[in-house]
């Protein structure tokens, strides 16, 4: 086989190849030596193309519609794992207002008057914070009041302000895990996740598209095998029509031989209707673009072949259990549960808090000299200590564990449940590529002997040793027998495809190479 290397991008960077594979020796393939007849499209045009299993799959690679469907999952899951960082992202809050408040005099006893007053304030603050990746909330935060207006008929203005940095560790509940670590843990998880479903998908897209070869060269050969018995039915029938003229034949052999044509004809039609509906099949799967293969007829480059299969069910079992896509997914799962239920944990302990704060005052007339009073550093404040809060019941937090602990013990079955089906199927698929390999070799010889049966027969009739209707007789069974072979072989080469398929062996044995990102 010839080395073919296939580069296709998948979620931001995955890639296949194409390579080398090993071949077997093959059982002799069906012989054809009829030509194929041409499918002729409405319009009349026609584009015949050589295709080989190899350029089909590149083909299905770039072009097939639910590969590039699929295609945008990693993508999208990098970007929810990408957004669940922004709890870690700081922020900055900075306002600034004016407050004006006046008020009037009041009179008091003896006819003292106490003057009106107002005042007008400017307030600024400013606070930057967030919360680390260890559950630690920060704030640098930042005030000044500036404060001016008058007050028993005597002007004033003063200044304020203040700078300082708090800090709040949680100790327990909050500490080794929160809600910002949850959500990246998953996230993370479910990026594997979404890149083993596209391997996933490539895997089946693969197979049936390897299935639907194999259909196609059956198809293609089973019309060749209706147009030979068309032409055995048609020499039959332009011989005997010599022996009637002669009298060496009754009339009735002529009509029996001229029905078998008439039926053969009818199933040359039927064959190369089922021969066009299979290359729509496999041309559903390597275009995104239908109308550039409508008039394009696929003429396979390999006959059917059954090469010996090398089975080993220990061996089997060991690849499907280690590299089957959806058991991956399956371990994933039960660790995304693991996680949650690791955060249920942690939301039954109490929490136990850490928190201080250090900061430097100021004041003065005007807004500048409170803020140099600030920088001199001299009339510092901070605070520090702790904090318990027990929830008393605690029963949401109580019953979320030990619902997601009942889930996690359900999703441990399902694995186990996972593992036994792929077993099975394994199992399964083994015996029926035995016996499916064994059906090949018994139609091969089925063959070989209605064919040898036929040329017996047919020398017999010459020589007035035997009948037309024995002639017709052998040639429907060798018709069937040639139909039963290319069948065999068709359904052997599919299980072969259905057995790599449930073992995870479908890009080995092909030789793709896959690498996520």
Do not use: C
Request: without cysteine; proline residues 4%.
């Amino acid at each position: 086989m010839r080395l073919l290397r296939i580069l296709l991008a998948l979620a931001g960077g995955a890639s296949l190849a194409l390579a080398q594979t090993n071949t077997y020796p093959p059982v002799a393939p069906v012989p054809t030596n009829a030509p194929l007849p041409l499918l002729v499209p409405a319009n009349g045009s026609v584009q015949v193309r050589k295709v080989s299993l190899e350029d089909l799959i590149q083909q299905a690679l770039q072009h097939n519609l639910d590969l590039q469907i699929d295609r945008y999952n990693p993508s999208i899951a990098l970007f929810s794992l990408n957004g669940a960082y922004a709890g870690y992202d700081p922020t900055m809050d900075i306002s600034g207002q004016h407050d004006h408040s006046e008020s009037g005099p009041q009179l008091l006893g003896g006819g003292f008057v106490i003057p009106g007053s107002q005042s007008d304030d400017n307030r600024f603050s400013g606070n930057l914070g967030g919360t680390s990746p260890i559950g630690t909330t920060y704030s640098l935060q930042g005030n000044a009041i500036d404060t001016a207006g008058s007050s028993l008929g005597q002007p004033f203005q003063n200044s304020i302000g203040s700078a300082s940095f708090s800090l709040s560790q949680p100790l327990l509940k909050g500490f080794w895990i929160d809600a910002n670590r949850l959500n990246i843990r998953v996230a993370k998880n479910r990026l594997k996740y979404s890149e083993l479903l596209l391997k996933l998908q490539v895997m089946q897209t693969i197979t049936t598209l390897e299935q639907a070869y194999y259909d196609l060269i059956y198809s293609r050969e089973n019309v060749i095998v209706q147009e030979k018995a068309v032409e055995a039915a048609h020499r039959l029938v332009v011989e005997n029509q010599k022996r009637l003229e002669v009298g060496a034949l009754a009339p009735l052999d002529l009509q029996s031989a001229e029905a078998q044509e008439a039926t053969s004809r009818a199933a040359v039609i039927a064959a190369r209707s089922q021969l066009g509906t299979q290359m729509r099949v496999v041309e559903q799967l390597i275009t995104d673009k239908y109308r550039d293969w409508a008039d394009v007829v696929l003429e396979p480059t390999a006959p059917l072949q059954a090469p010996v299969p090398v089975l080993n069910v220990q061996d089997s079992w060991a690849r499907g259990l280690e590299d089957r896509p959806d058991l991956q997914q399956a371990k994933l799962d039960i660790e995304r549960q693991g996680i949650t239920l690791k955060y249920d944990k942690n939301q039954l302990l109490p929490e136990v808090d850490a928190f201080g704060t250090y900061g430097y005052n100021g004041t003065g007339g005007t807004f500048s000299q409170a803020l140099y009073d600030i920088q001199q550093t001299d009339r510092r404040f901070y605070t520090y200590g702790g904090r318990i809060i027990f929830p008393l019941a605690n029963i949401k937090a109580r019953n979320a564990y030990r619902s997601d602990k009942a889930s996690l013990e359900q999703l441990v079955l399902t694995l186990k449940k996972l593992e036994q089906g792929i077993m099975i199927a394994i199992d399964n698929d083994i015996g029926v590529v035995r016996a499916n390999y064994d059906q090949v070799q018994a139609t091969r010889t089925a063959r070989e002997y209605e064919e040898a049966a036929l040329d017996a027969e047919q020398k017999k009739l010459e020589n007035g040793k035997s009948t037309t209707y024995n002639v017709l007789l052998i040639q429907r069974d060798l018709t069937s027998s040639r139909g039963a072979e290319i069948q065999a072989l068709d359904t052997y080469n599919k299980s072969l495809a259905q057995l790599s398929l449930d073992e995870a062996s479908t890009l080995t044995r092909l030789g793709i190479n896959y690498q996520a990102r």
